[in-house]
Nanobody
Framework: QVQLVESGGGLVQPGGSLRLSCAAS????????MGWYRRAPGKQRELVAA???????NYADSVKGRFTISRDNAKNTVYLQMNSLKPEDTAVYYC????????????WGQGTQVTVSS
C-alpha cells in the first residue's frame, strides 16, 4: 500500500508559478514510477508528467518547457514545478504511483486544485 498526499495547489494569475508536492508513505518509494495527472472540467484525466526511480522523465506536449517533474527519493516526495501557467492549466492535479515491476498496481492521491485566472 502507498499513501499519497498532495499539496501546493491554489489560485495563480496567468504567467505565474506554482510548485506541487506529493508525499508518499507506506511502501518503498523507489519501486514506483511517479506521475502527475490532471482533470480539467468537462475533460478526461490526462498525464502531465512522469518520472522513474532513475530520473527518466516524460511530459505532455502541452506542458513541455513550462513544467518540471522531480523526485527526492530520500524524502519520498515528488514535485511538479509549474511555470508560465495558462488558464488552460486549470484542473485538479493528482499524484500517481505506479509499481515499476507491476504497473497495474496503482495508487492515487486525493487531488489538489490549481486555478489559473486573472
Amino acid at each position: 500500500q502507498v499513501q499519497l498526499v498532495e499539496s501546493g495547489g491554489g489560485l495563480v494569475q496567468p504567467g505565474g508559478s506554482l510548485r506541487l508536492s506529493c508525499a508518499a508513505s507506506g511502501s518503498i518509494f523507489i519501486r514506483y514510477t511517479m506521475g502527475w495527472y490532471r482533470r480539467a472540467p468537462g475533460k478526461q484525466r490526462e498525464l502531465v508528467a512522469a518520472i522513474t526511480s532513475g530520473g527518466n522523465t516524460n511530459y505532455a506536449d502541452s506542458v513541455k518547457g513550462r513544467f518540471t517533474i522531480s523526485r527526492d527519493n530520500a524524502k519520498n516526495t515528488v514535485y511538479l514545478q509549474m511555470n508560465s501557467l495558462k488558464p488552460e492549466d486549470t484542473a485538479v492535479y493528482y499524484c500517481n504511483a505506479a509499481n515499476a515491476v507491476v504497473p497495474t498496481i496503482l495508487y492515487w492521491g486525493q487531488g489538489t486544485q490549481v486555478t489559473v485566472s486573472s
